[in-house]
């Protein structure tokens, strides 16, 4: 594929889904482009990656501006001005405001470690865990202005094992999210997903 799609990738923590994909995208095996990263966190690891892997990076701090949709607005700039065409959510733990959705609307993709509808929030994790499920896994969706609400993009499975830790579960999450979400965005850059109603609908 000649041209690459264009993502911006919106974190909060040490950005090992950013470093997945900036990996890819490097390898040739991803066809894609990230125009920026954002951070509504300053000094932390994700902003080093990409700062390592020489793409533009930016704190957009909401205790900065006096209102939610003037942070949120910043957010749209930023993105409109590095040219993305797809908001990546990866470990990014704030809503979405309606500011970016309208930008970019259903493309915005996030990422959550549970099987939604299930165990929605901040701690689907450590919930599944704790609720005794024997499967959990996590979810690729199109964000909406609701906290892991919108319309599902792809899903995979995770199965608990009877000795499983919390942390050896939180491990296998992570290495599914690694296949997964570097997928989606593959598809989306072939063209392939599309949104109908509710539904998504991948093409192959």
Do not use: C
């Amino acid at each position: 594929m000649d041209k690459k799609l264009r993502i911006g990738v919106l974190i909060s923590g040490s950005g090992t889904n950013l470093q997945e994909i900036i990996d890819r995208t490097l390898a040739g095996t991803l066809d894609a482009e990230i125009v920026t990263v954002i951070s509504n966190k300053p000094d932390v690891k994700g902003l080093q990656r990409a700062a390592d892997a020489g793409i533009r990076h930016v704190v957009i701090m909401p205790e900065n501006y006096n209102l939610v949709a003037n942070f949120n607005q910043a957010i749209a700039r930023e993105l409109s001005h590095s040219n993305a065409e797809y908001v990546i959510l990866a470990g990014y733990m704030k809503l979405v405001g309606r500011e970016v959705l309208e930008a970019y609307p259903n493309k915005v993709v996030n990422l959550h470690p549970a099987i939604l509808p299930s165990f929605p929030g901040a701690h689907g994790i450590q919930e599944a865990f704790d609720y005794g499920v024997k499967v959990s896994g996590i979810t690729v969706h199109f964000a909406n202005e609701v906290f892991d609400e919108g319309p599902i993009i792809a899903q995979q499975e995770v199965q608990i094992a009877e000795d499983d830790t919390v942390e050896t579960f939180e491990a296998k999450i992570h290495a599914a999210e690694y296949q997964l979400l570097p997928a989606v965005i593959q598809m989306i850059a072939e063209g392939r997903v599309h949104v109908q109603g509710r539904k998504v609908v991948i093409d192959g």
